[in-house]
């Protein structure tokens, strides 16, 4: 019950926090509408044709990158928020204060990013929504268990990959590899705004190394085709693998950089 109440009172600092910045919201829910009406209006100049690369998961260019990019940008949440959230309690000077808490290292991973994917939730709904009744985007045809499948495995393995990305902060303050990796890559080389079947074959096989290509994939296929589990079944055990390997990996890097920064003296340093 402690640890709970610990972190319901992370939740409703960062709600606090993020509801003093109203005009940031608005300008930021407004760039998103920007982004997709390019995309909504490449989509327009192709017309009705679908290109080779999209007929394998059943639609048209908008629709695919639409989904794609509200998927991406949920368990990209992942990614980012651990260690932006190090980042800003560095910068604040309440790093330690935040570290000293009662709390194990999962609670406190899981406190620190919990208003961030609560946030989140609330943006992929009014991507649905915005969606179905602006874009008149179409998902009659979704396996929704199915995409609810491929939904955790790959928010999980983002998360163990924004756990590794704050390993770098924790240590290095500012320099962050994975994370440059991450923003810049991961959208480009997974399939987000393209099918990875445009890349040429020396790119689509760095592409295959990436999560985020099964993930974006299978989550396509299950939204755009209904595809079951059957068919989707060599991306999930993809997902499955990394999430066994990155999880642990990451939780148990994690602490050793936490302690390695007490040891040095640096947890106040930014």
């Known amino acids: ?64 990158v639409f989904t794609a990019m509200a998927f991406f940008g949920y368990i990209g949440t992942g990614a980012g928020s651990y260690a932006g959230r190090l980042r800003l309690e560095q910068t604040q000077g309440t790093l330690e204060a935040t570290l000293s808490t009662p709390l194990g290292v999962i609670q406190l991973l899981a406190a620190m990013s919990a208003w961030n994917f609560l946030f989140a939730t609330f943006e992929l709904l009014i991507y649905a929504l915005v969606g179905i009744f602006i874009f008149k985007l179409d998902f009659a045809a979704a396996n929704w268990p199915a995409a609810a499948l491929v939904f955790f495995l790959s928010a999980a393995c983002f998360a163990a990959l924004g756990i590794l990305s704050s390993c770098f902060v924790m240590l290095f303050k500012r320099g962050n590899p994975l994370a440059w990796l991450l923003n810049n890559f991961e959208g480009l080389l997974g399939g987000v705004y393209f099918p990875v079947a445009v890349l040429p074959a020396w790119l689509a096989a760095v592409s295959n190394l990436l999560p985020v290509t099964y993930a974006v994939r299978a989550f396509q296929l299950t939204v755009h085709k209904g595809a079951g589990l059957s068919a989707i079944k060599g991306d999930l055990l993809a997902l499955i693998i990394f999430d066994a390997v990155l999880i642990p990996a990451s939780v148990w890097l994690f602490g050793l950089s936490v302690e390695r920064a007490r040891k040095a003296g640096t947890l106040g340093e930014y």
Not at 43 to 48: A, I
């Open 1 to 64: 019950m402690n640890a709970a109440r610990v972190i319901a009172a992370f939740i409703r600092r960062d709600f606090l926090a993020e509801r003093s910045y109203r005009l940031s919201f608005a300008l930021g829910a407004l760039a998103t509408l920007g982004n997709l009406a390019v995309f909504y209006f490449i989509g327009k100049l192709f017309g009705g044709a679908m290109a080779p690369q999209l007929e394998y998961f059943g639609a048209g260019y908008f629709p695919y």
